[in-house]
């Protein structure tokens, strides 16, 4: 069966693979369409992600010399939709031809167990593209309960991708008041229609001073730009004591990071959000599955409009070109979409 692969940095080939084998609790899914994360998968087509360079210790949970991954790197993906086309005989769901999102990777089908798809399924008539949004939805949303907003919250959301879109509605429908700031004017015309009291296009000056010409700087910022340089604006950004959410992933050295300026002045808050885990303050009530049912329910709902965000589905065999156009041209695409056709 087919499977995307990073052979190397820049180098990407669908190469083939041998099916799993059903074994006991396992169902076998049929790949439909499978999304792909733009910031993360990009570092693993640059070869910048630090798993590349550094080793994860999981027990110690520390960075250290050694290497996590290596080339090549097989279905890489983690945003996927497919059909249960077979169960194993001690499996009661999900039904055969029941519509499924989760996490299997960019590849043609995968042998899953079936309690990691327990409340993954689709609804009667739900467009299935909607299913590649969940892990990044859970994202979003994941960096909205860190920025703990409060009706009435002025915040700003830096960065108008898929994931800073996501997280513009899902500010917007817990109550704050959302500045978007980015460079690209069609994204920043999204960010309206998902609710944004404003826009800032970051190319005209600087959001901090935008933002205190009204009030007095931001609450909470969220930064999903992945940039250093928009880390440390956002910084600028939030009042005394603001919050600062940063959501973004953020690759090598923190050039243009000043953290004696701003930072250290007006005692701001700085906050990660990283999808492997919720917020501390929450992790009594929520987790990450939480976090993909409840924006799936959303979306079912008819709350985020996650469809409007596809900008390119493509036959998986056109993998090598879209991740090139995805590399030179990221303005140009808003979310990147594999079919997976027989």
Same mark, same amino acid.
């Given at each position: ?20 084998? !059903? ?6 899914? +049929?790949? !439909? ?10 570092? %693993? ?29 097989? @279905? ?25 999102? @989760? ?11 079936? %309690? ?23 994202? %979003? !949303? ?26 513009? +509605? ?12 980015? $460079? ?8 309206? =229609?998902?609710?944004? $009291? ?18 007095? @700087? $931001? ?23 603001? =919050? ?14 000043? !953290?004696?300026?701003?930072?250290? #002045? ?44 596809? &900008? #390119? ?8 070109? $879209? ?5 030179? #041209?990221? &303005? ?11």
């Amino acid at each position: 069966m087919r499977v995307i692969t990073f052979e190397e940095p820049g180098r990407v080939r669908v190469s083939l693979e041998e099916p799993a084998d !059903l074994v006991p609790g396992t169902v076998r899914v +049929r790949t !439909l369409y499978s999304g792909v994360s733009a910031g993360t998968e990009l570092t %693993a087509y640059r070869g910048t992600n630090p798993y590349l360079t550094r080793k994860w210790d999981t027990e110690r949970r520390l960075f250290v010399e050694g290497q996590t991954f290596a080339y090549p790197l097989a @279905g890489w993906g983690y945003q996927e939709v497919g059909e249960v086309v077979e169960a194993a005989p001690d499996v009661a769901g999900p039904p055969i031809g029941s519509m499924v999102w @989760g996490i299997w990777g960019h590849r043609a089908e995968a042998v899953v167990p079936a %309690a990691k798809l327990e409340g993954h399924l689709l609804p009667p008539g739900a467009d299935p593209l909607t299913g590649v949004f969940a892990r990044v939805g859970a994202i %979003a !949303l994941n960096a909205v309960h860190a920025a703990d907003l409060h009706l009435g919250d002025q915040i700003a959301i830096f960065g108008q991708g898929v994931i800073g879109l996501l997280a513009t +509605r899902l500010a917007v429908l817990s109550g704050a008041r959302v500045v978007a700031a980015d $460079a690209i004017p069609g994204r920043l015309e999204l960010a309206r =229609r998902f609710g944004a $009291a404003e826009t800032f296009d970051i190319a005209s000056g600087s959001v901090a001073e935008f933002m205190r010409k009204r009030v007095e @700087g $931001a609450d909470s910022v969220i930064e999903l730009s992945g940039s250093n340089a928009g880390l440390h604006e956002a910084i600028r950004t939030v009042r005394r004591g603001g =919050r600062v959410v940063a959501a973004g992933f953020y690759q090598g050295d923190g050039v243009g990071l000043r !953290l004696g300026e701003e930072f250290h #002045h007006n005692q701001v808050q700085l906050v990660s959000a990283q999808i492997g885990g919720v917020a501390s303050w929450l992790a009594h009530r929520w987790d990450v599955e939480r976090l993909q049912r409840t924006f799936m329910e959303l979306v079912h709902r008819g709350e985020v409009d996650a469809r409007a965000l596809v &900008s #390119h589905v493509v036959p998986v065999d056109a993998a090598p070109a $879209a991740f090139d156009l995805l590399d030179k #041209h990221q &303005s140009e695409v808003l979310q990147l979409v594999f079919e997976f056709k027989e």
